[in-house]
């Protein structure tokens, strides 16, 4: 089985760089995604890594280390509309593949 | 534009009674999920089907019944024997199969449905 844990809270100034982990326990695993979902609304794709190491999307970027067990998103020049929680997800090698399991999601709060 | 509908939005239930939560995408997806959001928590799995006529089990699929009668169609029934169904269902779906390159890993959602039991 998999799981994975984010701390649940980040707090970050507007304009600032905030880090945003992810570790997981998984017997197998095709690559991690980051969703972002604001309130009330429907998570949204973000960044996939299917390889070690960084991938980049604008002001966002996403790590892997599959060695260590541990991912992250990396947000840039932080904007009041990235407050929003922000998941971890694994798409297993089990049940043929398809089953997406995700993690308990971090709560980002931008300040002025 | 292709997307996912789900509908409705709002949805109040008396204690006992059934309601189906329907979900309705054009994307072409041949694997569609449920997944249930509970308030200040991540997503946890309901049903997945990867093809017509055939769904899976996910971790908290009782109390809970899908269908796939055609590919565009996951409509999801919360029955009485559900005991906490107030919550957020989220409707997804992806590309079937394929490895770790593929569009397989992208999930698409829907707005969501949210669910109160009276």
């Known amino acids: 089985g998999q799981s994975l844990e984010q701390p649940s809270e980040v707090t970050a100034v507007e304009g600032a760089i905030v880090q945003i982990n992810c570790t997981y326990q998984?017997?197998?695993?095709?690559?991690l995604s980051w969703y972002q979902q604001h309130d009330g609304g429907a998570p949204t794709f973000l960044s996939y890594?299917?390889?070690?190491g960084l991938e980049e999307t604008g002001r966002f970027s996403s790590f892997l280390s599959r060695s260590d067990s541990y991912g992250y998103l990396l947000l840039q020049e932080l904007q009041m509309k990235d407050s929003a929680s922000y998941f971890c997800?694994?798409?297993?090698?089990?049940?043929?593949?398809?089953?997406?399991?995700f993690g308990p999601g971090t709560r980002l709060s931008v300040l002025p | 534009d292709g997307g996912i509908t789900q509908s409705p939005k709002y949805l109040f239930r008396k204690e006992g009674q059934n309601v189906t939560l329907s979900c309705e995408q054009n994307?072409?997806?041949?694997?569609m999920y449920w997944y249930r959001q509970d308030p200040g928590q991540g997503l946890r799995l309901i049903y997945y089907?990867?093809?017509?006529?055939?769904?899976q089990k996910g971790d908290i699929a009782e109390g809970y019944s899908v269908s796939r009668e055609k590919k565009e169609s996951f409509p999801l029934t919360v029955t009485s024997a559900q005991k906490n169904p107030t919550a957020f269902y989220l409707c997804?779906?992806?590309?079937?199969?394929?490895?770790?390159?593929?569009?397989?890993?992208?999930?698409?959602f829907g707005a969501g449905s949210r669910l109160t039991v009276l």
């Open positions: 997804a779906s992806s590309i079937d199969g394929g490895g770790p390159d593929s569009g397989a890993n992208v999930l698409t």
């Open positions: 997800a694994v798409r297993g090698l089990d049940n043929y593949g398809q089953n997406f399991v």
């Open positions: 998984t017997s197998g695993f095709y690559g």
């Open positions: 890594n299917a390889l070690d």
């Open positions: 089907s990867q093809i017509v006529n055939d769904f």
């Open positions: 994307l072409n997806h041949d694997a």
